[in-house]
């Protein structure tokens, strides 16, 4: 992949996720994208999906290239029977006390509802008898009972673990339109090289996800909170997502509230996008913009503008948002220009439509680095609309835009590779995009959901939850619910066969998920099965298995699992030993994170005894370390960090020095006197 770098075009496209208070266009999982010039076709003008030169944004061939169609939602997926949203959210206008349509829907909603009151409780007998109520509603064939009874079969919880079995109740529910089950499916097909099967899905998915964002209640989970930092937990990040709790929106709302500018402007973004555990709430949002203009604050315009066109909290009203992008635009904030330019499209607003006056600020906006003018000018110019079709330019303008995470633009770019216009036909790339995409539909809401329960400390409800999200192929989800198994595993909060997970059933699963999560590039995860293989933690001793998971960690840089590797080089476990291989990852170790050089430097100085002293004392008692403290953790906690134990700890480096010294200055002498015999005095 490097050597693309002399090649005549490269584009980077890095998806990050969210780090502080931007506009939304992150994806859920960090990703780069690396293309050259062969990636990219010569002649895609001609293509059939394409709308035909003449009739551009025209014809109804062109609809589904039509970017520039009016936003008309039919249904929001978290308002459908099968969602789980109104099950938690007591202000849900699905959780009224309507009758229900049907008996199905019925023992669906009393079902979910008491086993997520179960699981938040500890109470098996209950979870037990609201599975049942599930199964009994899965029989009457409702989809979301499908879906859910899908979840329970596939993580084993109150029945055997069947794979076939998980299968086709989402294929049943997915068949029914249950979105999550869809997203179960998609995930299953893409673990499995099924892109074909994958990427039709995913397509659907991540339109849908587009859609609905427009007209949900609930915002997109954009802020994927990572409840661990390695083996700790992650203290920060989650007093960040407190919401109206935490520390930091109290001291910003309070320099609001006297007058302060710049914060009345940072409360109506947390509000309008729903950052930082807080609930999206149009009319606070617009409130604070508001004041915030009055106060001053220019950036603000725009956003009031955007509202408006959106009917975001208000009524919708295009001459009002004209009048805002117009006055933010003049400041200069060239991300309104994108605003003008979709108003000029379309016509609302001003006079008529004008693609040339669209043309003009959608290039100003590109010009100064704004995504969204990247975005915009590449739909015109794949559709020829305004200006002449030019594919390869609109894939170059659309790529800029992928590269800050502009959603549209990452589905169109799947949309591009999955078609083969463009860009070269690769399903794989575009499934990855597209599921990039559909991880920001309203299904993403239960993360939100299962942060707030652990915020609350209801571990078990937030594991149900996470291990939900988990089953939808959502990485944060998979390494959480792994995390909480593992920190909370003596808890009664894992559901298992019969009753509470075994300590063999919670590792088994505790398993899965960080290999799942593995997978999808977290390189702790890989680090975390590496060594649940090398120690047999929950399974079988497998150092070969251990070897390929750190290599794997290892691929993403991570220094632990060079180290690991080196050690294992060393000693021929699961790999050949190779003294000089071992010294390689050793030495990379330290090149990748300089924390390491005090264990390099100590393992450095292992080998040199083991190729210079190979049987003597000292090397049987370093390969003995491992058998007498198999958790490396364990043993630093509880005999080096002794106080009694590091002082002799410390003695006895001591005199492995003096030791090593001794032994220098004697091979020093007889270097210097060959003819002098072994055992005669120094």
């Known amino acids: 992949?490097?050597?693309?770098?002399?090649?005549?075009?490269?584009?980077?496209?890095?998806?990050?996720?969210?780090?502080?208070?931007?506009?939304?266009?992150?994806?859920?999982?960090?990703?780069?994208?690396?293309?050259?010039?062969?990636?990219?076709?010569?002649?895609?003008?001609?293509?059939?999906?394409?709308?035909?030169?003449?009739?551009?944004?025209?014809?109804?061939?062109?609809?589904?290239?039509?970017?520039?169609?009016?936003?008309?939602?039919?249904?929001?997926?978290?308002?459908?029977?099968?969602?789980w949203v109104p099950l938690l959210d007591p202000t849900s206008p699905s959780s009224s006390d309507d009758e229900p349509d049907s008996t199905a829907d019925a023992l669906f909603v009393a079902g979910a509802r008491a086993m997520i009151s179960a699981a938040s409780a500890g109470d098996v007998a209950a979870f037990a008898t609201a599975t049942a109520q599930i199964e009994?509603?899965?029989?009457?064939?409702?989809?979301?009972?499908?879906?859910?009874?899908?979840?329970?079969?596939?993580?084993?919880?109150?029945?055997?673990a069947s794979r076939s079995r998980t299968?086709?109740?989402?294929?049943?529910?997915?068949?029914?339109?249950?979105?999550?089950?869809?997203?179960?499916?998609?995930?299953?097909?893409?673990?499995?090289?099924?892109?074909?099967?994958?990427?039709?899905?995913?397509?659907?998915?991540?339109?849908?996800?587009?859609?609905?964002?427009?007209?949900?209640?609930e915002p997109p989970m954009i802020e994927p909170i990572r409840l661990h930092s390695g083996t700790e937990e992650n203290k920060e990040a989650l007093r960040k997502s407190r919401g109206e709790d935490d520390e930091d929106f109290q001291i910003t709302e309070y320099q609001a509230q006297r007058g302060n500018a710049a914060a009345m402007y940072k409360l109506g973004l947390l509000y309008y996008y729903g950052l930082r555990g807080l609930r999206r709430d149009y009319g606070k949002a617009f409130h604070w913009f508001s004041k915030a203009i009055v106060k001053g604050d220019t950036r603000s315009m725009e956003l009031l503008g955007e509202i408006y066109a959106r009917g975001a909290g208000v009524e919708r009203n295009y001459t009002e948002a004209y009048k805002w992008l117009t006055l933010a635009a003049r400041q200069p904030h060239y991300s309104a220009y994108n605003g003008l330019g979709y108003l000029y499209v379309k016509g609302y607003g001003v006079e008529k439509k004008n693609l040339t006056k669209a043309r003009e600020f959608f290039e100003l906006a590109a010009e100064n680095k704004e995504p969204g003018g990247h975005y915009n000018l590449g739909v015109l110019y794949l559709k020829g609309i305004g200006v002449k079709r030019d594919v390869i330019r609109a894939c170059n303008l659309l790529l800029h835009a992928v590269n800050a995470g502009q959603p549209k633009a990452i589905y169109q770019v799947a949309k591009l590779f999955q078609k083969g216009i463009g860009l070269k036909r690769n399903l794989h790339m575009?499934?990855?995009?597209?599921?990039?995409?559909?991880?920001?539909?309203?299904?993403?809401?239960?993360?939100?959901?299962?942060?707030?329960?652990?915020?609350?400390?209801?571990?078990?409800?937030?594991?149900?939850?996470?291990?939900?999200?988990?089953?939808?192929?959502?990485?944060?989800?998979?390494?959480?619910?792994?995390?909480?198994?593992?920190?909370?595993?003596?808890?009664?909060?894992?559901?298992?066969?019969?009753?509470?997970?075994?300590?063999?059933e919670r590792h088994l699963r505790a398993h899965a998920l960080w290999w799942q999560a593995s997978e999808q590039g977290n390189e702790h995860a890989a680090l975390l099965i590496g060594d649940a293989y090398y120690y047999g933690r929950g399974i079988a001793?497998?150092?070969?298995?251990?070897?390929?998971?750190?290599?794997?960690?290892?691929?993403?840089?991570?220094?632990?699992?060079?180290?690991?590797?080196?050690?294992?080089?060393?000693?021929?476990?699961?790999?050949?030993?190779?003294?000089?291989?071992?010294?390689?990852?050793?030495?990379?170790?330290?090149?990748?994170?300089?924390?390491?050089?005090?264990?390099?430097?100590?393992?450095?100085?292992?080998?040199?005894?083991?190729?210079?002293?190979?049987?003597?004392?000292?090397?049987?008692?370093?390969?003995?370390l491992p058998e007498i403290y198999p958790v490396v953790e364990e043993w630093v906690e509880d005999v080096l960090m002794d106080e009694g134990n590091a002082t002799i700890l410390t003695l006895f480096a001591c005199l492995v020095t003096v030791l090593y010294l001794r032994e220098r200055q004697r091979r020093q002498v007889v270097a210097a006197n060959p003819q002098q015999p072994d055992g005669a005095p120094m």
């Open 1 to 83: 992949m490097a050597r693309a770098l002399h090649r005549r075009l490269l584009l980077l496209a890095a998806v990050s996720v969210i780090a502080s208070l931007l506009r939304p266009g992150a994806a859920v999982r960090p990703f780069v994208l690396v293309l050259s010039g062969d990636d990219f076709l010569k002649d895609s003008v001609s293509h059939p999906s394409l709308p035909s030169a003449d009739s551009a944004g025209a014809d109804a061939d062109a609809d589904e290239w039509d970017d520039f169609a009016d936003d008309s939602p039919t249904a929001d997926p978290l308002l459908s029977s099968s969602s």
């Open 136 to 160: 009994a509603a899965a029989a009457g064939g409702h989809p979301g009972a499908q879906s859910a009874l899908a979840f329970l079969s596939g993580a084993g919880m109150t029945r055997p």
């Open 167 to 217: 299968f086709l109740l989402h294929k049943f529910a997915a068949d029914a339109g249950d979105f999550q089950s869809k997203m179960a499916l998609a995930y299953s097909f893409f673990r499995q090289e099924m892109y074909e099967e994958a990427v039709t899905l995913y397509a659907e998915l991540a339109e849908a996800a587009l859609t609905s964002s427009l007209i949900s209640k």
């Open 430 to 504: 575009a499934t990855i995009l597209y599921k990039s995409v559909a991880e920001r539909g309203p299904w993403s809401s239960l993360l939100r959901w299962a942060l707030e329960s652990y915020l609350k400390g209801d571990v078990g409800k937030a594991l149900l939850l996470y291990s939900r999200m988990a089953d939808l192929g959502y990485e944060v989800a998979q390494s959480n619910a792994a995390w909480i198994l593992d920190r909370y595993g003596e808890q009664s909060i894992c559901m298992g066969e019969s009753g509470f997970c075994t300590d063999m």
């Open 541 to 624: 001793k497998d150092y070969e298995r251990a070897a390929e998971a750190y290599r794997h960690a290892q691929s993403q840089s991570n220094a632990q699992a060079m180290f690991n590797l080196g050690y294992m080089h060393e000693h021929g476990h699961g790999l050949p030993l190779d003294l000089h291989l071992a010294k390689r990852y050793y030495d990379q170790a330290v090149e990748v994170d300089s924390a390491a050089k005090l264990p390099v430097m100590l393992a450095l100085t292992s080998l040199w005894l083991r190729k210079n002293y190979a049987d003597s004392f000292l090397v049987h008692f370093i390969d003995s």
